[in-house]
């Protein structure tokens, strides 16, 4: 529909009918309780009829069901105005794809936009328009469950990320068929919730929420991202839900978003309980005021809205500005001409959990794997005698917390895989957790034990936060009751969270991150184990010794008293006295079954100007017998700086492949913008000085060169 007709029918509508386009419910109100994201919301008695007027549902999914709801809503709409179907499709919809850590732990961005397209490609089919992802937050505590659904702690990687799963989601017009409207949430620094409690406020410095946590959120805008979500969490002692400085200053007038900012759940009615609201009229105002267009699954805008414009509390300039952007995003999903987009029976018979995604969903787990340690007991030996223990061997609810309709029974468990694809090989299991003679004697006879142990996806996301992340006792207890009978052991981690396990990871011979790794990831975990397949991940988040480390990240700061390069502890230095300062497996750690060798650094000059650009370059050797996806990395370090500055920062990685005994030239692109930070005035500017590039395999390479920004 033309802008001028959308115009027209705004200003044809009434003051209730533009309230309620503003307001987002769940099944519930239309009595169909299908999945619950928050807390049950009990809203005053209203008119049967006027859940079927809102401008969008949360939670209704299925072509058929959806087509059917539509045609009923539209019927009731006065202007016969079609909803906007929403839902958490983040680490896919039927099909369940790695959960969004383990995707930053691949390295590939290509890989992430590939997921996304596909999950995307699956919701739209059984008639969603918009997709809440992707989560860009960036984290640093994994006490936080929600680490789970963020690409990690480091800037660069996540804005790589966040361009990469939007255009996934969103194509090059989202009204294409398999796309939909992506919303990036959440707005902003969720993931700065202190001490890793999830809801909790955040405190933390202007500038570091500009360096550090808003980047993502920019490069989701930059990438056209459709909607924003607005986090629960405080910024400056504000609810962001009302915080107008956020919403408006920073959201709209500096990153130049033009699209809808939607709360989270129920999170404008949280401000009453944030304190900074009296009621829920208030919060709305504060709401509306502060430039938060659609409330979900809240009282607040549906019971207040119209009074607060017939009050003169509320320009109706505001309200009609939200309701435009909503009305502009179902006209540029094509609602108008099509309001069922692209649900379809038959459709979804086709795309759902087809061959390619299920492929896609294995070949995705190979490469977000992470091989933390090997002393050579990786790859498994087919003619080796194999005991696996631990529940997690043959759990399916390892497709994440936000696999709402993920079908479990088709997620293959550890030892599915197992005794699928190396059915020839001598394994027996015990998937439990219990110590039992029986499975200690096993344990002793067998060769090497194989031990399943971390967290099901019931144990990491949204509200499980930890405050305490070492490996649960019943895991240590089964490692120690094993590693006593038999010294060989292999251990698979499990899980959304990085955990702290250093006496287990100092004793196992090999350890293998496999995150959630969603519907057929086992099989690309079993593929590992066995050496059909080389583990060529990368940690997206730090690994800490114990949870008194935290929040804790590779680009970290040298302190006015840094700690001399030693393991001890040293007085009056920035240090503890009972653990590193570093963490046990870093941000950009991971090893492969390959040696793969680094030329030095040469840079195509040692100066670089403003508008220049010079090439650092390296030859990377295959020096093994096996072909690897080796995901080459670049960091730099600015060594002096009007304020602090971190002791590396990745800014580029490229992922190549490499057959055994083959050499590639990597060449990484530097140029000033790159080297911009906020100075201490708040100017996102370069200065002048020193700079340290290196390149290689993990955030530890110490292969670098020196530069000069003249
Ligand atoms: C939840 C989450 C948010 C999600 C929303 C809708 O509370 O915070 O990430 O998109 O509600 O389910």
Redesign the pocket.
Known sequence: MERIKLKALLNDMTLEEKALQLVQLYGAFLGDVDVL??PAMSFAKMPADRPYQVGSL?GEHGAEHLIDLQDKMMAIQPHHIPALFML?VIHGYKTGFPVPIAIGSSFNPSLAKEICSAAGKEAAVAGLHVT?SP?VDLVRDSRWGRVMESTGEDVWLNCQMAKAEVEGFQGDDFKDKGKLAACV??FAAYGAAVAGRDYNVTEISEHTLHEDYLPSYKAAVDAGVALV?TA?NTIDRKPCTTNKKLLRDILRDEMGFKGVVIS??GAIQETIAHTTSVDHRDAAKKAILAGCDID?VSPCYIQNLVSLVEDGEVDIKLVDEAVMRVLELKNDLGLFENPYKDASSEGEKEVLMCREHLELSRRAAEETTVLLKNDGALPLKKNQKIVVVGALADDNLITGSWALFVDKDKTVTLKQAISELYSDVNVSFFASDEISDEMLEAAESADVVLLALGENHTKTG?SLSIADITLCKAHRDLFDAVYKVNKNTVTVLFGGRPLALPEVAQKTNALLEAWLPGTCGAYAVADILFGDANPSGRLSMSFPYTTGQLPISYAAFTTGRPKPNTDKFVPYASNYMDYPNVPLYPFGWGLSYTNVEYSGVSLSADKLTKDGKIFASVTVKNAGDMAVLEPVQLYIRDIKGSVVRPVRELKGIEKISLEAGEEKTVSFEITEPMLRFYDDEMNFVSEKGEFMAWIGSTSLTENGAKFVLE
Do not use: A, S
């Open positions: 994201t928050g949360l958490d809440f989560m949430k959440h979500m629960f989270d759940y979900m949204e």
